[in-house]
């Protein structure tokens, strides 16, 4: 059960059994119904700084047309529910494209402003504009030098995203994305 912290309840004072036995649903598979005569166990996410950058391929707007991602979720403990992570994908003419993913999209002709903080570098706010139907912040073209370079040798990114009055605030851990970002540039030639 690795990446779980396994927490004992204590059933009557949190969950109101005083005196009775836990006794689930299906009691403990593979195991005697006596054995699980004990308090509950409830599995906690623990949160995971050190997630891997996911490589995927996604098909184009265009028959035959396919890009390739990096992707890498939010800091879950220290970013809004609505911010789910960073995005950097291979783009038409050789170019390399960085994303904001969220949840709760903005509306599709929304020209956010994204707040960018590296640890280690300075802060930069840009104009961007949104894609895949307002869940997507597609950030300006010179943002992809950072994705090549400084962010590499970043430990995180703070993001904040601010369309009017909303605004979405999220944390991503770079750790990996050197290699992410080379097995990347490997897979736009494909």
């Known amino acids: ?37 004990e308090a509950p166990l409830v599995a906690i996410a623990r949160p995971d700084s050190s ?9 184009g707007a265009k028959d035959g047309e396919s890009f390739a991602a990096i992707m890498k979720t939010a800091d879950t403990a220290q970013s809004d529910p609505d911010f789910a992570g960073l995005i950097v994908r291979c783009a038409p003419k050789g170019k390399i494209d960085v994303m904001v993913a969220l949840i709760r999209p903005f509306p599709p002709r929304s ?3 994204v707040t960018i903080a590296a640890t280690g570098g300075g802060t930069l706010t840009f104009d961007a504009r ?23 040798t970043a430990a ?8 009017g009055d909303s605004e979405i605030r ?19 030639s494909q």
């Open 170 to 188: 999220g944390v991503v851990v770079l750790n990996g994305l050197r290699e992410a970002y080379h097995s990347l540039l490997a897979s736009c």
């Open 156 to 163: 995180s990114l703070s993001v904040a995203v601010s369309e």
């Open 130 to 152: 949104m894609a895949a139907a307002g869940a997507t912040v597609l950030l300006p073209d010179e943002v992809s030098a950072f994705a090549a370079g400084k962010w590499q």
């Open 51 to 59: 997630s891997v950058w996911k490589l995927a391929r996604t098909q």
């Open 111 to 113: 020209r956010p402003k």
């Open 1 to 37: 059960m690795s990446g779980l912290l396994l927490i004992p309840l204590l059933a009557g004072s949190l969950l109101g059994a005083a005196g009775r036995p836990w006794s689930p649903a299906a009691p403990c598979p593979g195991r005697p119904e006596s054995s699980c005569r």
